[in-house]
């Protein structure tokens, strides 16, 4: 059994096109060499004073400049075990991962409204499956292609 001291809530908004592919951010990190560069589903925390829903439009807002809608109610869900560096005495994270399918239209996303994003760009499921992506992107991508067909 894994176990993890923490637990966080991350919620995240995975735009999808007329084309069927779908909008992916480029994570800026340069302190953490795991994460620095990887592609990713834009997101983040989820806040006590918001629901996950709120929480994934918050954060589309925030990171990409784009008011979006949720277009499929049920977030895909799935976790990940953040393993934590044992010298920095910094606890292990489970990461509870909610990800809605959202429609953003015609609007056009922005890499300069957040420190942390450093480009923006559409993907098909195919060239998903090439990328160098965070944990679980990938497989929430199959599962978010598998509902809009």
Known sequence: MITASRLNVGVFGLAVNKQKQFLLTQRNAPDSPAT??????PGGGLESNESPEQTCLRE???EIGVQAQIAFPHPIASNYIWRKDQTSGQEDVNLIILTY???IGEQIPSDKNDAETLA?????LDEVERLDTLPNVKATIRAAFTIIQ
């Open 36 to 41: 620095h560069l990887k592609w990713q589903i």
């Open 60 to 62: 589309l807002r925030e």
């Open 101 to 103: 399918i959202v429609d």
């Open 120 to 124: 923006w760009q559409w993907y098909s």
